[in-house]
């Protein structure tokens, strides 16, 4: 190959690289709560590649990425999350168990507050079951309201919302109305999150379509197991990930990596909604009991240990 040859590859591994970061700035722009994860993730992968490649020229490791592989690797750091753009926006954000919904609930409390004094000014109750369903308004705004940004949900709070969960008002027509529908007391029954059973699955289905999405680009050479890589970063190795529920012997040391930057982000970023971050040492803690339970790979997650207490020091 001459020198000419070696230019042009070597621009298009650039132009790729570039645009890579394009999309990876897309997809955390998407959802403030997303915020700079991918560049983090791709970050966090090239500081593991580097301290991996000092240990072996050290001779203390048998792994060794060179220059092209390194280059692919953190491409597919860059592009794992790009399923995420197929995934809604309302999902994406959702940084309360209702979200949006809690507005239509303060709303829907009105009006049928409204009805009852209706009701009471035209003889249809009496003045005692008129209380009766204000107080009852009056306790599930308040109730709903402390569940919405509750960290995690009690068997008190699972109850109360089983007991109003088919609550209605009937109007002088026979017309009913639900004070809570199906889906907010779906939203108001998840223990811990913001997330719906079927909102998880739906998230879930971004790493089947990061590799949908990559399947469709002609990567060749080197770069063929790219989608692979980057559409495996869920799965663990005891078969209990997504979107495959692929064993060890299946998954890559390129994927395994993926997996554990993937988590590391996950536990100590400060922009989740959801969970306060953890720390560094926090989250090594977790990691290591994952890999005790034989979810990721023990020796990845010692040499990232390694790695980025040597950034830190």
């Given at each position: 190959?001459?020198?000419?040859?070696?230019?042009?590859?070597?621009?298009?591994?650039?132009?790729?690289?570039?645009?890579?970061?394009?999309?990876?700035?897309?997809?955390?722009?998407?959802?403030?709560?997303?915020?700079?994860?991918?560049?983090?993730?791709?970050?966090?992968?090239?500081?593991?590649?580097?301290?991996?490649?000092?240990?072996?020229?050290?001779?203390?490791?048998?792994?060794?990425?060179?220059?092209?592989?390194?280059?692919?690797?953190?491409?597919?750091?860059?592009?794992?999350?790009?399923g995420k753009l197929a995934i809604p926006v309302t999902i994406l954000n959702k940084s309360s168990r209702l979200g949006e919904r809690v507005q239509?609930?303060?709303?829907?409390?009105?009006?049928?507050?409204?009805?009852?004094?209706?009701?009471?000014?035209?003889?249809?109750?009496?003045?005692?079951?008129?209380?009766?369903?204000?107080?009852?308004?009056?306790?599930?705004?308040?109730?709903?309201?402390?569940?919405?940004?509750?960290?995690?949900?009690?068997?008190?709070?699972?109850?109360?919302?089983?007991?109003?969960?088919?609550?209605?008002?009937?109007?002088?027509?026979g017309k009913k109305f639900f004070y809570l529908t199906k889906y907010e007391v779906d939203c108001l029954t998840i223990r811990h999150g913001t997330?719906?059973?079927?909102?998880?699955?739906?998230?879930?289905?971004?790493?089947?379509?990061?590799?949908?999405?990559?399947?469709?680009?002609?990567?060749?050479?080197?770069?063929?197991?790219?989608?692979?890589?980057?559409?495996?970063?869920?799965?663990?190795?005891?078969?209990?990930?997504?979107?495959?529920?692929?064993?060890?012997?299946?998954?890559?040391?390129?994927?395994?990596?993926?997996?554990?930057?993937?988590?590391?982000?996950?536990?100590?970023?400060?922009?989740?909604?959801?969970?306060?971050?953890?720390?560094?040492?926090?989250?090594?803690?977790?990691?290591?009991?994952?890999?005790?339970?034989?979810?990721?790979?023990?020796?990845?997650?010692?040499?990232?240990?390694?790695?980025?207490?040597?950034?830190?020091?």
């Amino acid at each position: 190959m001459d020198e000419k040859e070696k230019n042009h590859i070597r621009d298009i591994e650039e132009l790729l690289h570039s645009f890579a970061e394009a999309l990876s700035i897309a997809i955390d722009e998407r959802s403030p709560y997303n915020g700079d994860h991918t560049r983090r993730v791709a970050g966090y992968t090239q500081t593991l590649i580097d301290f991996v490649n000092s240990e072996h020229s050290a001779g203390r490791c048998d792994i060794f990425f060179d220059k092209t592989h390194s280059t692919q690797l953190v491409l597919a750091a860059y592009l794992h999350d790009i399923g995420k753009l197929a995934i809604p926006v309302t999902i994406l954000n959702k940084s309360s168990r209702l979200g949006e919904r809690v507005q239509k609930i303060r709303e829907r409390m009105r009006l049928l507050r409204a009805y009852w004094e209706i009701d009471v000014l035209k003889g249809r109750c009496s003045q005692e079951e008129y209380k009766r369903a204000i107080a009852d308004i009056d306790e599930m705004v308040a109730r709903v309201r402390k569940m919405n940004d509750k960290p995690e949900l009690d068997d008190d709070d699972i109850n109360y919302i089983e007991s109003v969960k088919d609550k209605q008002y009937i109007s002088e027509k026979g017309k009913k109305f639900f004070y809570l529908t199906k889906y907010e007391v779906d939203c108001l029954t998840i223990r811990h999150g913001t997330l719906t059973e079927n909102e998880r699955l739906l998230i879930q289905q971004h790493a089947e379509m990061t590799q949908k999405m990559l399947d469709t680009v002609d990567f060749k050479g080197t770069y063929r197991q790219l989608a692979i890589w980057a559409g495996n970063h869920h799965e663990y190795l005891d078969g209990s990930g997504y979107p495959g529920g692929l064993t060890a012997e299946e998954l890559s040391i390129e994927s395994r990596i993926l997996t554990i930057v993937d988590i590391y982000d996950a536990l100590t970023s400060k922009d989740r909604p959801y969970k306060e971050p953890n720390t560094p040492e926090e989250a090594f803690q977790i990691l290591k009991k994952m890999a005790q339970d034989g979810k990721i790979d023990t020796r990845l997650v010692m040499l990232f240990e390694s790695a980025m207490k040597k950034t830190q020091s």
